[in-house]
């Protein structure tokens, strides 16, 4: 991947950590390896089956993950 997975990464972060795999655009190992290598105590992984890289043409699927990760924001205080 040209924007690379792992420690060098995430590092040290402590901030809650939030990956969304979507597509076949990304390796889907990429994506644990990268929630992997962070920190945080606080991850989360949402896998939304069937969605492209931009949601083109799913706008019930878009609509769906941004109340997820609004959600996640609120849960943690973080919406403001």
Known sequence: SPFGVG???C????APARTLEAD???PQFHVQTFLDACA??????RVMKGANHYYA???EM????VA??????QE???DE
């Open 11 to 14: 590092g040290a972060r402590r």
């Open 24 to 26: 076949d655009a990304v």
């Open 57 to 59: 043409g799913q706008e």
């Open 76 to 78: 943690r205080n973080l």
């Open 7 to 9: 420690p060098g990464v």
């Open 40 to 45: 945080s105590r606080d991850k989360t992984l």
């Open 62 to 65: 878009l609509d769906l993950i």
């Open 68 to 73: 997820n990760v609004k959600a996640w924001l």
